[in-house]
């Protein structure tokens, strides 16, 4: 009798170890390598980050010069615009244009401005220095091409400017003379340098110039407004003829151009914020400090492997409480 409950009470042992036991594997299972489980997930955000910049930059070199289209009357109002705008800054012409391709010394200058009447005597030419009428002629010739042709008599009006009323620094102007907006074939490659080409006009043309007087633009409005110039310019070209003035003529008009905000800044923003949002998580928190290892949420099943697991371990301890009891009672007897 009592080696039948001796191997009873050794079955039930095996039994509720190999139920414990059982639970070990069934974790192990349970549990993947972090290390795979985060190279999983940061390759899968670096790939989506990249087709994010693949698809922004792709869109960006597309729209970074957006097009404008502009009909007939339009290009013909824009020109009679501009022609207004001139006749307005300048005034009318008394004498020639200046000749871009001669050089002026400070004598031959004095010498054409005495020779027909040009609002200046001799006297009030004689106070200027040799120096500062030559510095007037180079600033002179470059609004000759960023606006339009003009005789002595704008170059007089000039020389106020500078050196009577003082709203342009001849100073800060010739500082800015290495930008040439005669040499962009287009207003579109303007675009990319619209930091330089503010800087320009503020030192050329400032708004309270006496001369030329410009607007103030944010870079939006100047990027819309070289946008719309440009269809402008393609569809003067289409018709075989030439810009009739400079560039700076049409920028300064920009008031007549219906301006908006730049097309391209919103479709950078929104590429700027779509490679945010793909950034890797940092799963390294989730780590387990021991093995290594990601746990895994426990599901449905893994509660019943863990109910199984405990009731193995119930019978173990019924087990040998029954024992150590039935021990005691054989030591009395």
Do not use: C
Not at 124 to 132: F, P
Not at 302 to 316: M, N, R, T, Y
């Amino acid at each position: 009798m009592k080696r039948r409950l001796v191997r009873s009470v050794k079955v039930m042992m095996m039994l509720g170890l190999l139920l414990g036991m059982s639970q070990t594997g069934w974790a192990e299972e349970s549990v993947v390598p972090a290390e795979k489980t985060v190279a999983t997930t940061e390759t899968s955000s670096t790939e989506a980050v990249q087709e994010s910049t693949e698809s922004s930059t792709t869109a960006s070199q597309s729209e970074s010069v957006p097009e404008s289209s502009i009909s007939k009357d339009e290009v013909q109002t824009i020109e009679d615009d501009v022609d207004a705008l001139i006749k307005d800054q300048l005034g009318e012409k008394t004498g020639d244009e200046i000749q871009l391709d001669q050089e002026y010394s400070a004598s031959n200058i004095r010498k054409y401005l005495l020779e027909a009447d040009y609002g200046i005597s001799k006297e009030a030419l004689d106070k200027y220095t040799d120096a500062q009428l030559e510095d007037t002629m180079t600033l002179f010739e470059r609004y000759n091409y960023d606006v339009i042709g003009m005789d002595f008599g704008a170059y007089v009006r000039l020389l106020n400017t500078l050196y009577v009323d003082k709203t342009v620094s001849i100073e800060n102007a010739l500082a800015q003379l290495s930008y040439n907006p005669g040499s962009f074939n287009s207003f579109a490659e303007m675009i990319p340098q619209v930091d330089k080409l503010q800087a320009y006009l503020k030192a050329l043309y400032p708004s309270t110039s006496s001369f030329f007087a410009g607007k103030e633009m944010s870079n939006d409005e100047l990027i819309a407004t070289l946008t719309h110039l440009d269809g402008f310019e393609r569809q003067v070209k289409e018709e075989g003829r030439t810009l009739v003035a400079g560039r700076i003529a049409y920028i300064l008009n920009a008031d007549a151009y219906g301006m908006t905000t730049d097309p391209t800044n919103s479709a950078t923003s929104d590429s700027q914020k779509a490679g945010e949002s793909e950034v890797p998580a940092d799963t390294s928190k989730d780590e387990d400090k021991q093995g290594g290892f990601l746990k895994l949420p426990q599901t449905g099943e893994e509660k019943a492997k863990w109910a199984v697991s405990i009731l193995g371990l119930v019978v173990v301890v019924v087990v040998v409480i029954y024992v150590a009891r039935r021990n005691k009672v054989s030591k009395h007897k």
